[in-house]
């Protein structure tokens, strides 16, 4: 896959694959591309050479909302809630597809049993919600897509210690429940413990790939990308 902004190529013959059921993350330093490359895998970049493919059906060519139809939610950095709506209001947006649509109810159940709290805030302005809940409305939101393929884009950022590990135990859960999981993460040692496959991205290339320990038993990886002595 090679993916650029005019000229200049900010993700070039990166190749990477997410396994049916499995959690996967991307690592690698600052300005490395990957929310480049996750936002290209949602649709929400044009992808300049390659493919991206679910169950072998190519996405290239189809629109940015054709990717959520076929299985793939982002939660983006930065969560884009519409902070003036409601919980469940922002949680009842997220369940535009039409099979989605048809089962809101008991998905808006199933994200409200993952996170109790949500439940609890349904009628209060998503603005109102502290960091770490407004984290869990954005998965949830995502959910509500009743994705294949959940992208998370360094869904950690900005949020206290306990929050951190509660949002790692979360994302095992919602996996366990059958749905791919690819994380972007700043917290490598918390997300290399959940995943199956670990992706080292820098300067848009992928410079290692494997089982999160054994990239992890590697000196220099450890070091150099992975931010762990």
Do not use: W
Request: charged share 20%; net charge positive; glycine share 10%.
């Amino acid at each position: 896959m090679r993916v650029s902004y005019g000229a200049a190529a900010a993700i070039a013959d990166v190749s990477l694959e997410i396994k049916k059921g499995e959690i996967a993350v991307i690592v690698g330093p600052n300005g490395a591309g990957k929310t480049t490359l996750i936002n290209a895998l949602a649709g929400l970049h044009p992808v300049d050479a390659g493919t991206v493919r679910i169950d072998g059906q190519e996405l290239n060519r189809v629109s940015p909302h054709r990717y959520c139809e076929q299985g793939i939610a982002l939660v983006p950095e930065g969560r884009r809630l519409f902070t003036g709506l409601t919980v469940k209001e922002n949680l009842e947006l997220g369940a535009y597809r039409r099979a989605a649509k048809a089962r809101r109810v008991q998905s808006m159940d199933e994200v409200c049993t993952i996170f109790p709290v949500l439940r609890e805030k349904l009628g209060a302005p998503a603005g109102t919600l502290s960091g770490g809940q407004q984290q869990m409305l954005a998965i949830a939101r995502a959910l509500m897509a009743r994705p294949r393929l959940l992208l998370l884009d360094e869904p950690s950022l900005g949020l206290a210690p306990g929050i951190v590990v509660e949002m790692f135990r979360v994302i095992r859960t919602i996996n366990a429940s059958g749905v791919a999981v690819l994380l972007v993460e700043q917290n490598v040692a918390g997300a290399l413990a959940i995943a199956r496959r670990a992706y080292v991205l820098e300067e848009g290339r992928i410079v290692a790939e494997g089982a999160p320990r054994e990239l992890a038993s590697q000196p220099h990886i450890r070091r150099a990308y992975l931010g762990l002595n």
